[in-house]
């Protein structure tokens, strides 16, 4: 609820496990589905970050890339593809 949120943090992205390996099961009609499991544990996550400020009750802003390029493996192949 509103009246819970405790601020706003500006905070870089953290990381965590999402939870347990899928798990192979069997429909009604015999037919295979993956399930992904329970949902993660509580995880306050590391100083910092978008998790740890979450479960300190603050909205967070982060900034992110969607540029996954390995900057210097590209340099390394410029080099030799030069």
């Not at 798990?23 to 740890?52: A, H, N, V």
Request: glycine share 10%; aromatic share 4%; proline share 10%.
């Amino acid at each position: 609820p509103p009246a819970e949120v405790k601020g706003v943090a500006v905070a870089r992205q953290g990381r965590h496990k999402i939870g347990r390996p899928p798990m192979e099961r069997m429909d009604p009609r015999g037919r295979p589905y993956y399930w992904i499991g329970p949902l993660r544990e509580t995880d306050d996550g590391i100083d910092g970050t978008d998790i740890s400020e979450i479960t300190k009750g603050r909205i967070t802003l982060t900034p992110i890339l969607l540029d996954l390029t390995n900057s210097g493996a590209l340099k390394a192949l410029r080099k030799v593809f030069a």
